[in-house]
Each structure stands twice: as structure tokens, then as C-alpha cells.
């Protein structure tokens, strides 16, 4: 076998995160970045020399992968799902990992950046790493573990599969998404080409958390038209466009329906680009709630403001655009309750407590549940992730190759004739 095919969780990990795939949300193109597609064209070549025959990537980007069925029963197919895009949020060029080995509970100053300190008292999780490895970036980047460990326990996964051939289990498919962190990570994906009936996506955080809930999300714009004029003759007819979104955006709850109040299960509006000249201005929104009927109370809000802003600007008008993002996969998941449970069957077998989290935002896996594709999340271990002190703990991913392992198994084992 190659030694491509050799690699414990944590050397891949810290390879494909020096692969910079950060994705722009600015851009028209697909895969947003054209970057993405190098970590994308290595996965195929790590694949092939597991002797996953089949595995390629697509003109979009996606890599598609299979291990064949070694059992007679008729199990659904199952696919595993992880992004290989970083987020735009914070720089993801030259990235430098840094193994921490045995952590000793310390604080932990970044090198290249001094003042970015990863600190137990604001990361508690950090106390359960204590003598074990972990990984961060080194200042100047995010490190890219989401979803880079995803990726990289998937990986493992195949690798222990494939060398263990005598491990029961039915058709596994494998997939690797560009531009999820910019929403657009299943808008190309075939679904035929995947051939899977249910799907996990590895894209969790702390070990033994399962997430089957997501928010439901709408972008929502305000379109503001003022009325432009000479500013040395604007006296009386000039009404600027840019103070109008500027009054709405001081209209908006402080106090409710904002991210920096709110928590669990409560939902918010959230300005998250604002565009414009004098005459024609835009303010753009995300719209969240795990219930999604009150999408559109959030939506009404936000439209009340605006229409009393505007009446104090005779002359000027405002419109409003919404587009449907995602919705909450729960809607989708808990019709077939035995995806969770065959997870929950499996975390047990690998002596973890199996706890159950709604996502406060969004993944691949809520598109790709509404699409046909029942997808739940599973942890990887990543913390703080789009930012300068993002880390991850090995022996979570390597807790999280386990669980796919017995996941597996126990499809093999309780799955047969299970369809959609």
C-alpha cells in the first residue's frame, strides 16, 4: 500500500489545513474559490491509494467516493459527509499547526501573535484536554478545523476500513463538499451520482454531542431608494439613502432578537453586510429560529421598522427581498428516529455518553436532509472555530473514527431493509 495511505488523524489534519480552501461568499463562481479544489484533487489521490477505486472529484469540486458492501443483507447505503472549505471569517492563507503535546492547563500563547491567548477560563473544555494532545493554528490564521477534522476522521475512517476488510457493513459513501461555509455546499451536488439513503455529516464539536436540530434560515434585504441631488444644491431634495439604513439600523431590538443576547433555542435577525451610495443603499440580513413559522414574525419586525423609518423621509421608498436558506433537518430527521438511534447504539459501544445539541446555525447536512437525504451531525472536537483561537483535541477525532467504525457495524447488523 502506499504511503499516501499511512497517516494517523492528527497528521492529516495538520496537512490539510496548510492547504489554504477558504471560500468567498463574494464570488459568482462554483466552488467560490478555486483553491478548494487542491484539497479536493489530494483527497482523490489519498483515496485511490486506500484502493477506493471509484473515488474522483467533479468539475464543481465535490469528491465522491465508495467502499463496496462486503455483507448479503440488503442495507441502505450510507454516506459521510465533511466540508473542505474554511470560513471567510478570518484568514485561512499559510496556516502554521502547532501540536501541543500533553497540554498541561496552562494558558497558551499563539507565537506569531502574542496577544491571541487560548485560555482554560474561557475555553473550560480545554480543562478535559489536560495531559492530552491538542492542535491549534498560530496566531495569525484560524487553524481550519472545521472542517479540516472532519475531513481528516473520515479519512482515518476509510483507511481502518480498508485494512480491516473482515468488518461487516453495507455500501459506505464518501463525500467532501466545497462552499459550505458560504451556504452553497450541496447546490451543485449530485445526489444520484452519490447513490446514499441516509447520510452523517462530521461536523460537531465536543465528544459525544449529536446534532439532528439546526436553525431554519431565510436571508432577508432591505433595498432602500433614496433621492440623490447636488450636495451644494441638496437643500430640501436630497434625501440620503445611507442615513435611512443607518436610522433602521438603529431601530433595530438590542435588547431581543440579536446574536448577542440570545442563546439555546431562541432565535434572532442579524444585519450582516450593509452597501450603498447616497441614492440606493442595501442592508442585508440572516434570519434565524429553530421554529421556522416564526421566520416570518422575525421578517415582520424588521419590515415594521423599516416602514417607520421611511415615513420620516418623504421622497425615498424601501422594498424588501427574502431567499430561503435552510430549515431545521429535525423536520426532516425525526421521521426515520432509527438514524439516531443506530448513533446512539454506536457512541455507547465506545463508551460515550450520546448528547443530543441543536446547532445554532447551519450545515450541509440541512440542505441535504430537505433534498432526500436524512443527514445528522456528528462531533469532530473542533472548538471556537472561525477565529484565531480555534483548536481541537486529537483524541477526540480519533473517539469520532471510533464511533464511525461502530456505526457502521451496527447498520450492518440492525439495517437491513430500512428505506426512505
Known sequence: MSALASYSVAERLMRYVQIDTQSDPLSSSFPSTQKQKNLSQLLVQELQALQVDDAHMDEFGYVYATIPTNTNKPIPAICFCAHIDTAPDCSGTNVKPILHKAFDGSPIILPDDPSIVIDPKDFPYLVHHIGKDIITASGKTLLGADDKAGVSIIMNFVEYLMKHPTIPHGTIKILFTPDEEVGRGTNHLDLNKLGADFAYTLDGGELGTFEDETFSANGFTINIDGVIAHPGYAKGKMVNALKIAAAILDQLPKAILAPEVTEK???????VRVEGLAEKATIE?????FE??????HQACIIQIADQVINQFPGAAVSFTEVEQYRNMKEVIDQYPFISSFAEEAYSKCGLAFIKEPIRGGTDGSRLSFMGLPCPNIFTGMQAIHSKREWVGISDMER?????VQLVKVWEEKGANLTK
Not at 285 to 289: A, S
Not at 400 to 404: C, F, I, K, T, Y
Open 265 to 271: 433555542k431562541q432565535g434572532f435577525v442579524h444585519p
Open 285 to 289: 440580513f440572516i434570519i434565524r429560529d
Open 292 to 297: 421556522t413559522a416564526k421566520l416570518a414574525e
Open 400 to 404: 469520532a473514527v471510533d464511533v464511525l
